[in-house]
């Protein structure tokens, strides 16, 4: 019983918990900024019949095919994978090309199958071919 309260108290587990329900919310968010802001604007700006996407529905043999409330999701959608993008994605790789640009190389690429390789080897783990015999540190500087 222990070690399931030590794997419950982690704080990988703990994070990814507050992370969920933050999306959750934000997504709820979003979807009502669609739903209350955009959508009417978009209504009021081409004369739709109607502020409400969600409405729009056509009908094949009895069949209900509501396409404005996918038009509702794919906006949602495509607002919340925008702010991941520009909030999340871009800094964590700025910050990541930061701390990486001044690491010094430990593979290469292999120039017969070019898999990664340490940059000392002489043979490729993979395809075995052979490498020049220069290693990495008597080569002259670039």
């Known amino acids: 019983m222990g070690g399931f309260k030590k794997f419950l108290m982690r704080g990988n587990l703990v994070e990814l918990a507050v992370a969920v329900v933050v999306g959750a919310t934000f997504s709820g968010l979003v979807q009502a900024l ?25 009908t094949v043999n009895g069949a209900k095919f509501m396409y404005g409330d996918f038009i509702n999701h794919l906006l949602s959608f495509l607002i919340i994978a925008a702010v991941i993008y520009w909030l999340v994605v871009m800094p964590m790789t700025r910050v990541i090309a930061f701390f990486d640009r ?20 002489s043979r490729c783990a993979f395809c075995t071919a052979e490498l020049s015999q220069v290693r990495a540190a008597d080569r002259p500087p670039a």
Do not use: H, M, W
Not at 35 to 49: N, V, Y
Not at 107 to 115: R, T
């Open 34 to 58: 669609v739903k209350d802001l955009i959508t009417p604007l978009i209504a009021a700006i081409t004369g739709g019949g109607g502020p409400d996407f969600s409405q729009y529905v056509f």
């Open 102 to 121: 001044d690491r010094k190389a430990t593979e290469k690429k292999c120039p017969e199958c070019l898999s990664d390789i340490p940059v000392d080897a």
